[in-house]
């Protein structure tokens, strides 16, 4: 399963009448492209070594996403954190939602309170979430992991298309239908600067797709090694972004949806550091303040230059009509 399926699982478990409490559910990891079964033919060694390193559910999420950040930075506690919020609403018990966000803190150092108010937030992708088909219908659609995996073609690409923001899927489309402009993106945006889990893990395989030989020269976009490569929410991912019945979107829209990007990821920052500058005033931790109140400006200064670039962009478009 793809951590987004894993995530998935934590409300399906709390609402599951078998018996199987969160806490029971331990996630092991096994060699690349093999299936349980495949392991235990192989080497029963080695399927036993992969059980005995399982961890608890929430606890193998935490561990996945802190190892895709650099936690000894902001930007990477604030991604950190970000990444791993959308399991955490799905805990509906509190004294398991409290282990968990201890679970956070601990590895990340940041204050259980910042994290509570960050998990207060609204979520802009939830994991699952409804859609209302009108009157009439037969009630809501959801994307489940079981749908996503046992079916991502057969899923209504609206709905898939939900796990992400509007920016995100209007640039990972324009990436996937116009492969020139991927060098450009990737040398332009790092791997982990989208907002949400799934764009960030399509964009990250077209990166390593992507990525120069020794030689300096990048290999061709291929569009079925990459589906090949995915994990199955993220090809349901990629297949309804090509699928959707749109326009074919231009190059120009490039430089747009770039600052649109790059503005979401200013806001988030800047939402954290006033969470985090807030709990600092109130612990009345003097060093803190300060460093955070430099952070603040530094964040508004690179706000101010980005609306700069997005007027230099609009008169640019104008230009060329």
């Known amino acids: ?21 969160l806490e029971d559910v331990r996630v092991a990891r096994l060699p690349d492209g093999k299936d349980p079964d495949e392991v235990v033919r192989e080497s029963s060694a080695d399927w036993d070594a992969a059980i005995s390193k399982a961890k608890p559910l929430v606890e193998y999420l935490v561990d996945h996403h802190a190892g895709r950040f650099d936690l000894k930075t902001s930007s990477g506690r604030i991604g950190f954190v970000e990444a791993v919020m959308p ?6 018990d509190p004294l398991r939602l409290d282990e968990a966000l201890g679970e956070v803190r601990r590895v990340s150092g940041v204050e259980d309170r910042v994290l509570r108010q960050v998990l207060e937030r609204p979520a802009r992708n939830p994991i699952r979430q ?15 992991a079981d ?5 991502p073609d057969a899923l209504p690409i609206h709905d898939i298309l939900r796990a992400i923001t509007p920016v995100e899927s209007e640039l990972l489309r324009l990436l996937l239908l116009v492969p020139d402009l991927q060098p450009r993106v990737v040398d332009a945006l790092g ?21 120069p030989n020794d030689d300096g020269i990048r290999p061709a976009f291929n569009w079925e090694g990459l589906l090949l490569g995915l994990d ?6 990629a297949q309804a972004l090509v699928a959707l019945d749109r326009p074919r979107p231009e190059a120009r829209e490039l ?31 003097n060093a803190a303040i300060e460093r955070l109140m430099l952070e603040k400006i530094h964040i508004n200064e690179q706000r101010l230059s980005l609306d ?10 104008v230009h060329r009509r």
């Open 1 to 21: 399963l793809g951590v987004t399926s894993l995530a998935g699982l934590i409300g399906q478990l709390q609402s599951d009448t078998s018996g199987v409490k």
């Open 255 to 285: 430089e747009r949806l770039l600052i649109d990007i790059e503005q979401i990821r200013l806001r988030d920052r800047h939402d954290y550091n006033e969470s985090a500058l807030a709990e600092a005033e109130r612990e009345h931790d």
């Open 232 to 237: 199955p929410e993220v090809r349901g991912l």
């Open 191 to 211: 791997p982990d600067q989208l907002p949400s889990t799934l764009a960030r893990e399509l964009f990250r395989a077209i990166v390593l797709q992507r990525a």
């Open 130 to 144: 409804g859609r209302s088909v009108g009157e009439g219908s037969r009630g809501d659609v959801r994307i489940s």
């Open 87 to 92: 399991a955490l609403r799905e805990i509906a």
């Open 308 to 317: 700069r670039r997005r007027d230099q962009t609009r008169l640019l478009a």
């Open 147 to 151: 749908a996503v995996l046992a079916s």
